[in-house]
């Protein structure tokens, strides 16, 4: 309001918004969210391996940090091995038959400000951070231990699922990985059949009977989920830009970013104006007794910022957000 920016900028806040369809003033619907943590706690299998390949990656970053590229290549392993056992299991094994490692224009932008990548959109990490005969033996045998570990993560993503479904909610599934994304995408694909569809970077799908994964505009995906014919998408971030889905109501984040307002960009597909239901539910998981609760607490000390900076903000991390204020 003091600065000379007041000038030239009004700032529409949802509370003033809300002022404005109370008097009359906008018609659109306007929803309130409901935004909870889900912990996920994992198997002791689950947890003894994580340990594992969490010590070993510290290992490698003492062993190799200071090598131009090595700290973003670890810390996409670290942030894999939270996000899925798919994705963790399939960056590992490509590291073994020496495939280069793809980084998503999202990390990139994200490394930014904290990491001099110079990088472009492949790294040959076997180069960045080389392993030794022992370490790589390690890593064979992680590989083959995650075929045997149980997915304490996907079993609580689909009693979130069963339940928004029987609630009548249609469902954006967010993930930050391509191998995630797949991997779900597999794996619930026996469950919703023609009512499944995916976005990525690469564009849209959606399951037909009798031909498989076909491609879908984006205009075409936003009116099969308006008009119930997809009722679950599974989309990376390259859907949180450009897809207006106001018929969606139920979002998880299976996975966060480390920037919120990358969260709050996917949030904003389904919180628009002309949001078909009055409350939208927002489900942020994440793994109890991993790197997950640090990014937590960064999210929450960055959201604090934000909000001293610009006002109040629309709930993004919704209790968890509280716990660590406190």
Not at 140 to 161: I, S
Not at 165 to 184: E, M, N
Not at 243 to 257: A, E, G, K, R, V
Not at 282 to 310: D, M, P
Request: aromatic share 8%.
């Amino acid at each position: 309001t003091l600065s000379p920016v007041g000038q030239f900028v009004t700032r529409h806040s949802r509370e003033t918004l809300k002022l404005y369809r109370a008097q009359g003033l906008l018609r659109e619907r306007l929803a309130d969210r409901d935004v909870r943590p889900v912990i996920v706690n994992f198997s002791t299998d689950e947890q003894s391996l994580y340990n594992q390949l969490d010590e070993w990656i510290d290992r490698l970053m003492e062993a190799h940090g200071k090598r131009r590229g090595a700290g973003l290549v670890l810390t996409i392993y670290r942030r894999r091995l939270t996000s899925s056992w798919a994705a963790i299991r399939k960056t590992l094994m490509r590291r073994l038959t020496r495939e280069e490692l793809e980084l998503s224009e999202d990390l990139l932008e994200e490394a930014e400000n904290e990491l001099d990548t110079g990088l472009g959109s492949t790294i040959d990490d076997s180069q960045v951070v080389p392993l030794t005969e022992q370490e790589l033996s390690e890593l064979r045998a992680y590989v083959e231990a995650m075929h045997n570990v149980p997915d304490t993560k996907f079993e609580r993503l689909q009693e979130h699922l069963d339940a928004a479904r029987s609630a009548g909610h249609s469902t954006i599934v967010f993930t930050q990985f391509t191998d995630t994304l797949d991997d779900l995408r597999d794996r619930l694909l026996h469950s919703y059949r023609s009512q499944l569809a995916t976005f990525t970077g690469d564009g849209g799908l959606v399951f037909r009977e009798h031909e498989g994964w076909v491609q879908i505009t984006k205009r075409d995906l936003v009116e099969a989920i308006r008009s119930g014919q997809v009722t679950l998408l599974l989309a990376t971030d390259a859907a949180s830009e450009g897809l207006n889905l106001q018929s969606c109501s139920y979002l998880i984040n299976y996975d966060m970013p480390w920037n919120p307002m990358r969260v709050e960009q996917r949030i904003g597909r389904i919180d628009r104006l002309g949001q078909a239901r009055d409350i939208i539910h927002i489900r942020n998981f994440f793994i109890k007794g991993t790197v997950e609760e640090l990014v937590y607490s960064a999210l929450s000390q960055r959201i604090t910022t934000f909000t001293n900076l610009l006002g109040n903000l629309q709930p993004i991390l919704g209790e968890t957000e509280r716990a660590f204020q406190r």
